[in-house]
């Protein structure tokens, strides 16, 4: 028998996923919806160059987001849990968490407020004699829409990262330096890969929910910071196109998944690296340099499936990517 939890989770995770996806194949009619099967959709929303621009747009926003959230935030979880007396650990959490007692909408507002075109922003720096004009790429753009984000997501981030350091035992550390190891390369061979369930978390908890965000785009980003819910959005309600929303709505699904693999296997292959090579901190650059590069051919592979619409090409070169980086390592003896 199906559990009452089990059933809860079907009923309104499940359900609602599959009616969109059963939305996305059928026709578009007047006012209507024909219970018609088609590809027609998926189609239009991987062909389309004003849904290519906007996917690429959320992705590359998403990311920009993710990376500095949770590089903003490992410092600060990094902060509390070492140097943060222990009784002063909870007054710390509480004052975190002091962003969710307002509405989202509300902070979103304060940050239109703040980098407004007389904002906090662009007033405290004319009065300081640094600013002439006030700055015009600060709000409504994608500029905005990092920033608000960043701040809006910044406790999701700490909190998973702090109770990974949390348990770490700080014995491993005192180790390392019994061993003579410097504080960086301690830090890099202990430390982090043992705070990486924490990092990992919060890039998932950050990136998922921030590609689908509605509220902030609509706020801060103006017309050029549009992103795949605006759209959605307009489809659903302005244009009562509810196929072509939903293939919408499916494809950038399908778009995070895909990212969250490949960058899963890109983190899998380079914690084998980090866990074979010596400690020597010119190859440790190196290695950080490779996984920077690996990040960065990953955002072209994307930018081309979403300017060509071809998904042949964007998973050839991403197997041969990371097929190449298997095979390179093996001929090294990295891995077995």
């Known amino acids: ?15 609602p996923l599959a009616t969109i996806f059963a939305y996305s194949f059928l026709t578009d009619g007047y006012l209507t919806v024909d219970p018609i099967p088609t590809f027609s959709n998926y189609t239009e929303a991987w062909t389309n160059e004003v849904y290519r621009v906007v996917m690429l747009r959320s992705l590359g926003v998403s990311m920009s987001v993710t990376a500095a959230t949770v590089i903003l935030a490992f410092p600060i979880a990094y902060y509390v849990s070492f140097y943060v007396e222990p ?61 608000t984000l960043a701040h809006a997501y910044a406790p999701f981030a700490i909190l998973p990262i702090f109770v990974a350091l949390e348990k770490i035992d700080r014995s491993f550390l005192e180790a390392g330096k019994d061993l003579g190891e410097t504080g960086f390369v301690t830090f890099v061979r202990v430390t982090l890969p043992l705070a990486m369930p924490g990092v990992i978390s919060a890039v998932m908890i950050v990136f998922i929910p921030v590609i689908g965000d509605y509220v902030t785009p609509h706020l801060v980003g103006g017309p050029e910071g549009k992103m795949v819910a605006n759209l959605v959005q307009v489809l659903y ?66 930018a081309l499936w979403l300017t060509t619409g071809n998904a042949v090409i964007t998973v050839g070169l991403g197997a041969v990517m990371h097929i190449g980086a298997l095979l390179l390592l093996r001929k090294k003896g990295v891995m077995a």
Do not use: C, H
């Open 1 to 15: 028998m199906i559990s009452p939890t089990a059933l809860y989770a079907l009923l309104l995770l499940a359900a």
């Open 87 to 147: 009784s002063r650990k909870s007054l710390w959490l509480f004052l975190i968490t002091i962003p969710f007692w307002t509405s989202y909408l509300i902070r979103v507002f304060l940050w239109k407020v703040i980098l407004g075109f007389n904002g906090v922003v662009n007033s405290g720096l004319m009065g300081l004699g640094v600013i002439d004009e006030p700055l015009t790429f600060i709000l409504y753009n994608t500029n905005a829409i990092v920033i």
């Open 237 to 302: 309600l302005k244009l009562d196109n509810y196929p072509l929303g939903s293939a919408l709505a499916v494809s950038s699904m399908i778009l995070v998944g895909m990212v969250l693999v490949v960058a899963a296997m890109q983190l899998a292959i380079f914690g084998v690296v980090f866990k074979r090579v010596a400690p020597a901190t010119p190859l440790l650059l190196a290695i950080l340099t490779a996984f920077a590069a690996a990040q960065a051919l990953l955002v072209v592979i994307v």
